[in-house]
């Protein structure tokens, strides 16, 4: 269940104050948190990947849930936010899920101290609901590259994107099929790395 806030300071107001009280807002603030079916042990002898932080997209770098409007337009909601930037939590699913996968020896940030093996670069361009088609958007931009020898060689470069239905076209339905189509863009990735582990 996701932490609600409450908009309340305005309303501490309302005893002392001639203007009407607001209406009783709620806030909701949501994991963004998406987990693999089953974990692998890291492989004996399998190399070591490094996943950069994940960078944001135009308009990616606000917390607020996005969906597209009836006209087209981008709606970036207030009162539904994820609990971090949607680049930063996707950063910590993708590592999470490929540290899981049995394919890496360990999976590191960039802070780890570690000599990396493979170096995973991506920028995330798609976050969003779209109610007008009943579906969710998103898509990874990825990027990897071989560190050790020629740290500058690109190994792979591609997008990874996917939908998801809309069970309803409320936020709570957003979240929910923004979190699906995540997924698949996560397992996605782990098949394109997957010729360069050796497996």
């Known amino acids: 269940m996701p932490r609600r806030l409450v908009l309340g300071g305005a309303a501490a107001l309302g005893g002392c104050s001639l203007l009407p009280k607001p209406a009783y807002v709620q806030r909701f603030v949501w994991p963004l948190v998406v987990r693999r079916p089953t974990v692998r042990p890291p492989r004996t002898g399998g190399k ?7 960078r944001p997209g135009p308009g990616l770098d606000q917390a607020g849930v996005q969906w ?5 337009s981008l709606h970036v909601d207030f009162y539904n936010q994820w609990a971090v ?34 170096v995973l670069e991506g920028e995330v361009t798609t976050f969003l609901g779209d109610p ?21 060689r690109v190994l792979l470069q591609r997008t990874v994107a996917a939908t998801a239905p809309l069970g309803a076209n409320t936020p709570a339905g957003v979240v929910a099929g923004v979190l699906a189509a ?13 010729p360069f582990t050796g497996r």
């Open 68 to 72: 597209l409007r009836a006209d087209g």
């Open 132 to 152: 007008a088609q009943r579906q969710a958007q998103a898509a990874l931009a990825i990027v990897l590259m071989g560190a050790r020898g020629d740290p500058t």
């Open 85 to 118: 930037p949607p680049a930063e939590g996707i950063t910590d699913d993708l590592r999470r899920w490929l540290a899981g996968s049995g394919l890496f020896s360990a999976v590191v940030g960039s802070d780890s101290g570690l000599t990396p093996d493979l």
């Open 48 to 54: 070591v990947l490094m996943v950069r932080e994940i």
């Open 182 to 194: 995540l997924r698949t863009i996560l397992g996605g990735t782990e098949t394109a790395l997957r």
